[in-house]
């Protein structure tokens, strides 16, 4: 090690100051580099070795960091995305790309969603010299959790990293979250034939079609409100949000065309693709019935929900650690990703949700070394 990383304050201040929003829409949609290249650089400096991981399609724009200390096969994953959404400048008191103090907090874009929980977690780390390490420390890096979770879905394919378990260092205000629905965002198209609406038999009408469609898919919605339940969530049964529908071009023509969007929240053991066949096999009959050529899709690839056990070894730790029994929450993560390589995993970062995805996100100054305390307990249970 021929230096160490700055302090705390300058860390955020970088990062903050590092734009790498993600989005569907390519004009606000950036690069995520420069904040990897922060990090690579603060982390190589405390003795990590480090891989840039290119994201598959995104190579030269967006990359996951794989930052590993010590060596074995246990250890302890300290997670974040690097990512934030977009924001609009003119509602925030202060520019969003530059780390403002006021009234015991730090306000910036991305302060608690989440580069944030980065800089603690490398003064976590810094606290230990890398000699002490029986099992691995890896703080890993993602790109495009707001998005797409590409970074997340790279990580599953290339089966790394691996370790015995892994904090997500999401705004949950230190409580541990060992739950959480998924997300799934689907669209109806339907393709019927226009046509002059004095006779309704000159063509075939999507929105009488769609008609079809909605009832369905409320019905649907009944159905999967009855047959699954789970208390532990605030809201207790899977939601199906019907979102935005577009159709239709003048009053006096047969609609030739209708698009619906919607999205469904699945409980803990609800099935993605399952939900994904039982709603095209119910509503392919439709587009026979009236006419229409009928097809489902979703318009990401989603996000599963996700459960770690309630008497796993992690949980049961975070709960003594931070007092607070593990709870549900409905917003989704890369949790369910990094389970599926097989480590137990929580949910469990500094700041509130409250303030994420709005003008003036913030950091209050007294989550700071709470976090750290608590991060440095972790990985001298794990990795030391």
Same mark, same amino acid.
């Given at each position: 090690?021929?230096?160490? +990383?700055?302090?705390?304050?300058?860390?955020?201040?970088?990062?903050?100051?590092?734009?790498?929003?993600?989005?569907?829409?390519?004009?606000? !949609?950036?690069?995520?580099?420069?904040?990897?290249?922060?990090?690579?650089?603060?982390?190589?400096?405390? %003795? /990590?070795?480090?891989?840039?991981?290119?994201?598959?399609?995104?190579?030269?724009? #967006?990359?996951?960091? $794989?930052?590993?200390?010590?060596?074995?096969?246990?250890?302890?994953?300290?997670?974040?995305?690097?990512?934030?959404?977009?924001?609009?400048?003119?509602?925030?008191?202060?520019?969003?790309?530059?780390?403002?103090?006021?009234?015991?907090?730090?306000?910036?874009?991305?302060?608690?969603?989440? #580069?944030? /929980?980065?800089?603690?977690?490398?003064?976590?780390?810094?606290?230990?010299?890398?000699?002490?390490? #029986?099992?691995?420390?890896? $703080?890993?890096?993602?790109?495009?959790?707001?998005?797409?979770?590409?970074?997340?879905?790279?990580?599953?394919?290339?089966?790394?990293?691996?370790?015995?378990?892994?904090?997500? *260092?999401?705004?949950?205000?230190?409580?541990?979250?060992?739950? &959480?629905?998924?997300?799934?965002?689907?669209?109806?198209?339907?393709? *019927?034939?226009?046509?002059?609406?004095?006779? @309704?038999?000159?063509? &075939?009408?999507?929105?009488?079609?769609? &008609?079809?469609?909605?009832?369905?898919?409320?019905?649907?919605?009944? =159905?999967?409100?009855?047959?699954?339940?789970?208390?532990? /969530?605030?809201?207790?049964?899977?939601?199906?949000?019907?979102?935005?529908?577009?159709?239709?071009?003048?009053?006096?023509?047969?609609? %030739?065309?209708?698009?619906?969007? /919607?999205?469904?929240? +699945?409980?803990?053991?609800?099935?993605?693709? *399952?939900?994904?066949?039982?709603?095209? =096999?119910?509503?392919?009959?439709?587009?026979?019935?009236?006419?229409?050529?009928?097809?489902?899709?979703?318009?990401?690839?989603?996000?599963?929900?996700?459960?770690?056990?309630?008497?796993?070894?992690?949980?049961?730790?975070? =709960? #003594?650690?931070?007092?607070?029994?593990?709870?549900?929450?409905?917003?989704?993560?890369?949790?369910?990703?990094?389970?599926?390589?097989?480590?137990?995993?929580?949910?469990?970062?500094?700041?509130?949700?409250?303030?994420?995805?709005? @003008? !003036?996100?913030?950091?209050?100054?007294?989550?700071?070394?709470?976090? $750290?305390?608590?991060?440095?307990?972790?990985?001298?249970?794990?990795?030391?």
């Amino acid at each position: 090690m021929n230096q160490q +990383p700055p302090d705390t304050l300058t860390m955020l201040k970088e990062l903050i100051a590092s734009p790498s929003v993600s989005s569907t829409s390519a004009a606000w !949609d950036q690069s995520n580099l420069d904040v990897i290249n922060r990090l690579q650089g603060w982390l190589s400096d405390l %003795g /990590f070795e480090c891989e840039v991981m290119m994201v598959p399609g995104e190579e030269g724009r #967006k990359a996951n960091l $794989i930052a590993t200390l010590g060596q074995g096969p246990g250890g302890l994953v300290l997670s974040g995305h690097t990512d934030t959404v977009p924001c609009n400048t003119e509602l925030w008191q202060s520019d969003p790309f530059t780390l403002t103090e006021r009234d015991n907090r730090f306000y910036g874009l991305g302060t608690c969603d989440m #580069k944030g /929980f980065f800089a603690l977690a490398i003064e976590a780390a810094r606290s230990f010299h890398p000699t002490q390490f #029986k099992q691995p420390l890896i $703080i890993l890096a993602t790109a495009d959790e707001e998005c797409s979770m590409s970074g997340a879905r790279a990580l599953v394919e290339a089966g790394r990293p691996l370790a015995r378990a892994a904090i997500i *260092g999401e705004p949950t205000s230190l409580r541990p979250i060992r739950m &959480h629905k998924g997300i799934m965002v689907e669209a109806v198209r339907i393709e *019927g034939r226009s046509g002059h609406s004095s006779d @309704p038999a000159l063509g &075939h009408n999507a929105l009488d079609a769609m &008609h079809g469609v909605l009832s369905e898919l409320i019905g649907l919605r009944q =159905e999967l409100a009855q047959q699954y339940q789970n208390s532990d /969530f605030s809201v207790s049964i899977p939601t199906l949000n019907l979102g935005c529908i577009h159709g239709g071009d003048n009053p006096n023509r047969i609609c %030739g065309r209708c698009e619906l969007e /919607f999205d469904l929240r +699945p409980l803990p053991g609800m099935s993605l693709d *399952g939900l994904r066949n039982m709603i095209s =096999e119910r509503l392919h009959p439709i587009g026979a019935k009236y006419g229409v050529e009928l097809k489902s899709y979703p318009l990401f690839l989603g996000v599963p929900p996700f459960e770690t056990a309630k008497d796993s070894e992690l949980v049961q730790m975070v =709960e #003594k650690l931070t007092g607070h029994t593990a709870q549900a929450v409905a917003f989704a993560t890369e949790a369910p990703f990094l389970q599926a390589l097989g480590m137990d995993t929580i949910v469990m970062g500094p700041g509130s949700i409250d303030q994420a995805h709005q @003008p !003036d996100e913030f950091l209050a100054l007294d989550q700071i070394q709470p976090t $750290i305390e608590l991060l440095k307990t972790l990985i001298g249970r794990y990795c030391l």
